[in-house]
Each structure stands twice: as C-alpha cells, then as structure tokens.
C-alpha cells in the first residue's frame, strides 16, 4: 500500500526553535509539494519539486523556510526561526507528472504549534 | 487569478440519502482540471474524483459524481447513498493544464446523520 509518510505527525516548539519536518514521497514518483493549511488561509502551496530540482517556492516565505529534497526518497521543509504564526498543518504530497497532469497523494500532514 | 469558492461551509445529510456540495471557480483557462478532496478526520487528503475541462461527460466512481459546467464554471459533488464514513471536509480545487499549483477551495463540512 505506497502512501506518502510524514513525520513527525505533531510538533510542539518554542518560538525562535529550529522545525524540520519531513516527507517520504510514494517510491518511483517524480513530484513532490508543500502546502501548508490554516484556518484563516486554507490550503496553499509553499514550494514543489520534480526530480528533486525545486521548480516553484513563490509561495514560501524565504527569510525563515527553506525545502530541499537531499534525496529521491526524502524531502524536507525546514523553518528557522519559527514563529507562532507558522502554527499550522504541513501537507506533503507526491505525484507522477505526466506532461499534463500530476495527480497529487497527499500525507497525513504536520501539525505544528509554535507558542 | 484563479479562484475556488465553496459557498457552503457546513451541509449535513441523513444516511443513505444524497446531498450535493457547490463549488465555482473563476479561470480564463479553458484546459484545466477540477478535484474534490476528503479530509477526514484523520487529515488525510483523499482524492475522491476528477474532472478534465476538455470532457464534456461528468466523471463518476461509484457514489460520487459531478455536475460539470463549464460555461458557469460550476464543479459541484453529489454523493449518493450517503455513508458514515463519507462525514469529512470537502475541498474543491483547481489546477491549471501544465501548472502545479493546485488552488483549494475553504471547503465544506459534511455530517451524516445515522
């Protein structure tokens, strides 16, 4: 059953902490995003990657979060510092780009808490 | 820009009867692609069925099936038979031909009553 596995599944930080949070993408599969949902703004796109390249992180504030993708079977979304507005849920997904579409598996999300 | 409006927030139904969810969106697009999303309580996203602008037949697996209208860019889900299981948030989203950024309706809330 290939699913994409986030850990962790909770995160409790303090304000100013360093948060990595990361993603096994579905094996064999060439694209991975980010989202991020809150209450206020509901689900967004931070960044994606296809072959490991980043092709898109405009949806992501720079100064604070980076994504890499050290390997086809890993990707990480890192913040630092972290601040209670970064409270939210982190949603990787992965998909198959087929040079029209990309269905997206989603994982089961982080959820983070910055107090 | 485009944009994903789910217009009802909460809906509730009796079990084993149907219900229909509303989304519209707004595109200058004509190649696009239209999903629902179930997230459970669990929070997984779960694909529950798509749409190809370019097909002119409404998709369908099993209970779920969409009213498509693409002249009205209306994108609604009705479920059939409705299910305990089927209780979960709904998003609706849209996705661009040849774009990933997918953008996500707020979503609605169903409750099954038993």
């Known amino acids: 059953d290939a699913r994409v596995t986030q850990t962790p599944r909770h995160k409790v930080t303090e304000m100013g902490q360093e948060v990595t949070m990361r993603c096994q993408p579905i094996?064999?599969?060439?694209?991975v995003f980010w989202y991020r949902q809150t209450m206020m703004q509901g689900l967004e796109l931070l960044a994606y990657f296809r072959n490991r390249a980043p092709l898109d992180d405009s949806g992501m504030p720079k100064d604070r979060f980076s994504a890499e993708m050290p390997d086809a079977t890993l990707a990480t979304l890192k913040i630092q510092p972290s601040e209670p507005r970064d409270s939210a849920v982190y949603f990787c997904?992965?998909?198959?780009?087929?040079?029209?579409?990309?269905?997206?598996?989603f994982g089961q999300g982080t959820r983070l808490t910055v107090v | 820009a485009q944009t994903v409006t789910q217009s009802q927030p909460e809906m509730s139904v009796q079990e084993a009867e149907t219900v229909t969810l509303s989304c519209t969106y707004d595109?200058?697009?004509?190649?696009?692609?239209l999903f629902w999303y179930k997230q459970p309580p669990s929070r997984q996203m779960i694909l529950v069925i798509r749409q190809e602008a370019y097909k002119q037949q409404n998709a369908t697996e099993n209970r779920f099936s969409v009213n498509f209208q693409k002249a009205a860019k209306s994108f609604s889900l009705k479920i059939s038979d409705s299910q305990l299981g089927d209780a979960a948030m709904y998003f609706c989203?849209?996705?661009?031909?040849?774009?990933?950024?997918?953008?996500f309706g707020a979503g609605t809330r169903l409750t099954v009553k038993p």
């Open positions: 595109t200058s697009e004509s190649d696009y692609y």
């Open positions: 094996l064999g599969h060439n694209t």
């Open positions: 989203a849209y996705r661009r031909r040849g774009n990933n950024d997918m953008r």
């Open positions: 997904a992965s998909g198959w780009w087929t040079g029209r579409n990309t269905e997206a598996f």
